[in-house]
Structures are given as C-alpha cells and as structure tokens.
C-alpha cells in the first residue's frame, strides 16, 4: 500500500473495497425496521469500521484509523425528521483537538464518530433498501472522517467572524469551557455535508459514493424520502448558525448565561436527534462553571500584532505552494487561507492605531497577498479525481489507443 497522502486540505483515506459484511447488517435492519439487539447494534458498528479502518504510517505499519462508537436508531413520532446524523464523539471532543481545530492551521480529520438514524427512515412509506441504507451510511460517514474540509471551513468562518468583531476566544483552560465549544465544533461539522442539512445536491457528483457504485441508491433514497414529505434541509440552513450563537454567548456570558441555558432546554424538548440532546445536557451542566479569560485592550492589540507577524512569516511558505500548486483541491485551500488573511489584514490596518511605520509595513504584506491571490487565480491547475484508494485515472478518450 501507499502512504497516506497529505495534499492541501484534503487527507485521502483508504477505505475497505469489500461492502458484504456492512450490506448484510444493513440488510437486517431494514428487515426488523431498526429494532435490532445489542449483539445486531455491535455488529453494525463493527460493518462501518470494517469499511473505514486502513490508513498507514511512515514506518508502513497499519492499524485501525477512524472509529464507529455507537450506532443508534432513534425512535421519532413527533419531532422533526432529521434524517442520519454524524457527529464526532463526545468523549473525544477533549481539550487537545479542540484546540487542534480551533487554534492550528494543520488539517484534522475527525477520527471517532457516532452515527443515528431517525426511526422514520425505516418506514415502509420511504421503503429503504440494504443497499439504499448502505449508501447513506457511507455517503454520511466518509464525508466526516474522510476529509479535513469540514474543518478547514470552520476555522475560515470562526476567523472571518472575530476579525469583523473584534473578538478573541481565549484559551478554553477547564473542562466545562471545552465542553461548550465542543458542542458548537461538533454541530457545524456533523451538518457541514450532510445531505440531511446541507441545501446543495452534493450527492450528484460524490466521488466517494461513485467508487462504490451506489449513485443511484443513494439518488433514489433522496427521492423517496421527498415524495413522502419527509423533507430535506428543514433544519437551520447554515451550519456555522450554532457556533455564530456560542460566540455571541461567549462574548458577554455574564448576562446571557441565564438566556442561553433557557435556549438550549428549548432546543432539546425540539430536537429529535439523541445526539445533540446529549451534547446540548452536557453544556447545560458545564455552563454555569464556565470561566472565560477576559481580554482587555492591551493584550487585544498584541493578539491582534502577533497575527499579522504570523502571516508575514507564513508569506513565503503559501507562496512557494502557490508557485507550485497543480490541482484545483490544492489551489482552492491555498485561496482560503489567502483570503482569510487579507480580509484580517486590511481590518487591522484600518481600525487599529499604529505606527506610519507599521500601516506601511502591514500595507506592503497585504499588496503581497492581493498580488499571490491574482497570480494564484491565473494559475492551470487541474481537476484531480480520488476514487476510494484515491489514485488518480487518465480520461477514457474512445479510440484513443
């Protein structure tokens, strides 16, 4: 096997060609409509791993990657349809990859998920099939643990928003705080792709679903589900809305502390997903420890100094990658990070008092970032394709040979 590859923003993963064991168990489920025993439920977690289990090291050893903790079917008579959620475990939501995905520039991919499913998807009006729910599972699945994308937005998004707002989220120290931005970090990334919440028909063209030839299960599942009124996209449309929220509470926790616990309880007699219920418990008991580390003028000014100097030395490394960047993933990813640091810079240099000497400066950086954007935008690069083992295939030409 090959090593894992790390191009940009997008971490290709291995995956298990062999679908049997997860078709069988998918089989069963929709045979007793989701009403499984423990033994049925473990075999399932089990199915999922078997698929996305391979990944390798420098030393060319193999071992167990990402991880299926639970599987549940959620009974849902009277709440709103929510489809299948994936969202990171919660016990390894801990204070080292939050800070990962919050404060580091490095791609994560979430590597330990759980996975529910509403019991409506297992009606007989949507009439779901072994290979329609296999297809969901890992359209679901793959598009979390396959790809740091979801991260990757998140942290343009949570820049874009505390440079427009003066804002600084301060190193989370106790656990209660982790456990409050978990709760935002795990929402945006469980909704970032998933057909469930998200408005566009990214399914049409998901190259990992491609790979195991299950495009028209899944198109057809998507069908169904329509034609019975169990609609698509009724949840909040932008899945950055839950962290927009924390960061407004965070900002001003003293007097909102009161209104954000009564929001939540609110949210969770309207929620029908058990997930989120025990994401959304967990913040209600750690809310009212929270400490938030208050940031006065001073060390604003010299967070916001120590940035720009970061994007000064990051300068040279963005630009021998933009000299170098070949395919439209790498050209994409290098352009976000480029346009997250000109948005902050031309802020900085319009609202902050500083020197004539530092405007001409930081003006000289940001000229350098519009010029690398421009240069980048002129740039040939081509469309690289990643089916399953993400090796690339030329084009079949008919008589080309």
């Known amino acids: 096997m090959d090593k894992e590859e790390l ?13 049997s064991r997860l078709r069988d168990s998918c089989a069963l489920y929709v045979e007793k409509q989701g009403k499984v025993s423990m033994k049925e439920r473990k ?103 396959n790809s740091s994308a979801p991260v990757d937005d998140l942290r343009v998004q949570v820049d874009a928003y505390c440079a427009a707002n003066d804002q600084v989220i ?3 120290k106790d656990k209660d705080a982790i456990d409050f931005m978990a709760f935002a970090v795990a929402e945006y990334i469980s909704k970032h792709s998933s057909l469930f919440t998200n408005s566009g028909d990214k399914f049409t063209a ?16 998507i069908s169904k589900i329509a034609k019975n009124n169990f609609r698509l996209h009724e949840d909040v449309d ?18 909102r502390k009161i209104m954000a616990i009564k929001t939540l309880k609110k949210a969770i007699d309207l929620s029908a997903s058990v997930l989120e219920q025990n994401y959304m418990k967990s913040l209600i008991r750690g809310l009212e420890h929270v400490r938030i580390i208050p940031v006065n003028e001073g060390a604003l000014h010299k967070f916001k100094y120590n940035t720009m100097k970061q994007f000064d030395e990051d300068y040279f490394e963005i630009a021998m990658r933009c000299k170098n960047v070949e395919e439209e993933d790498d050209a994409i990813y290098l352009m976000r990070k480029i346009n997250t640091r000109v948005s902050i810079i031309d802020d900085y240099i319009n609202t902050e008092k500083i020197s004539p000497d530092d405007f001409k400066k930081w003006s000289k950086l940001l000229d350098k970032y519009k010029d690398l954007r421009d240069d980048l935008l002129k740039t040939t690069v081509y469309k690289g394709k990643q089916y399953g083992v993400f090796v690339n295939y030329p084009d079949i030409v008919p008589n080309r040979y």
């Open 7 to 19: 191009r940009g923003g997008f971490i290709p993963k291995r995956i298990s060609n062999d679908f």
């Open 238 to 255: 932008n899945p950055f809305a839950t962290m927009l929220w924390t960061l407004r509470i965070l900002s001003s926790l003293s007097t």
């Open 43 to 145: 075999e399932m977690q089990d199915a999922i791993n078997s698929v996305f289990d391979y990944h390798t090291t420098q030393d060319m050893t193999f071992g167990p990657d990402s991880s299926c903790e639970n599987f549940i079917v959620t009974e849902n008579t009277d709440k709103m349809f929510f489809g299948v959620k994936v969202m990171p475990s919660h016990k390894f939501m801990d204070r080292y990859l939050l800070d990962d995905i919050l404060f580091e520039e490095k791609p994560v991919r979430i590597k330990t998920v759980d996975v529910e499913f509403d019991s409506k998807m297992f009606s007989p009006l949507v009439g779901m099939t072994a290979n329609e729910m296999m297809a969901v599972i890992l359209y679901e699945v793959g598009h979390v643990v």
């Open 170 to 172: 301060a190193n989370l």
């Open 206 to 221: 998901d190259e990992f679903i491609h790979y195991a030839d299950l495009d028209d299960q899944l198109e057809n599942l």
